[in-house]
Every structure is written in structure tokens, then in C-alpha cells.
């Protein structure tokens, strides 16, 4: 039996099972020119794995995605210190990701412009909502 069908409890994610999604057809594009903003997405590498590279790949099939908010999900948190401060991981990997989108010049999307992070962070850290200029 496969990895995706084993029985997870809620707010597991299963990787995707590119046999289901090839069957889908091409959506057309109806306003290629209109900016989108992504307001709500996230990335991880727990159960699976979703991140850039993939991210990249989901939105680079015509829309104009010119900018993304990262929701957390309890992904890339530090493993020492604080448990207080152990969610600050997750703002520190997607800051790492919007640095990378800011320093490639070959992404026109502008993944993790905002970040949300958990009411665990905020204490820890002083706020919950990020964004970048």
C-alpha cells in the first residue's frame, strides 16, 4: 500500500498523486494580463512535501501570480531552544523563500511577500502579519 493511501489524522497531507492530477484538463486562461495576488497558500515538508520549486510549477501555467501570502502550517519549526519560540522557524524559512524570489530575477512571482504565522509566534516575536516592500 502506498504512502497516500495510509490513514492520516486531520491536517495531514498526503504528497500528490501526479497520476490523478495528469488527468485534469488544461484550464483556460481568461485574463492573462490580470495581477493576482495568492492570498492564502502554504508550504511544508513534513507528510510530503510542497515547496518553491512546486508552488512555482502550480502557478506557472499562464496566470499572472505576481505575489503570495504564506499561511503556516506547522512546518520547519526549530527544533531547540524555547518552545514559545520554536513557530518563529516557519516566518524564518519563508522570509528565507521571499529572499530567494527577491534575488532571482528569473521568478516573476513574489512567493511569500506576506507571511501569517501562528498566535504562537506573535507572542513569541511581537506580531503575526509580515510583509515585504
Known sequence: MGANN?????GRIFA??????????PEEILEPELAIIDSHHHLWEAAGRYLLEDYLADVG????????VVIESGSHQR????VEFRPVGEVEFAASVAAQCETDLGFKTRV????VDSPTSRS??????????
Not at 16 to 25: C, G, I, T, V
Not at 112 to 115: C, L, N, S, T
Open 112 to 115: 511569500a511577500a506576506g507571511i
Open 61 to 68: 501555467t499562464g496566470h499572472n501570480v505576481v505575489a503570495t
Open 6 to 10: 495510509l490513514s492520516k489524522g486531520f
Open 79 to 82: 527544533t531547540k531552544g524555547p
Open 16 to 25: 500528490p498523486r501526479e497520476d490523478w492530477l495528469a488527468q485534469a484538463q
Open 124 to 133: 513569541a516575536i511581537g506580531w503575526n502579519m509580515y510583509s515585504r516592500p
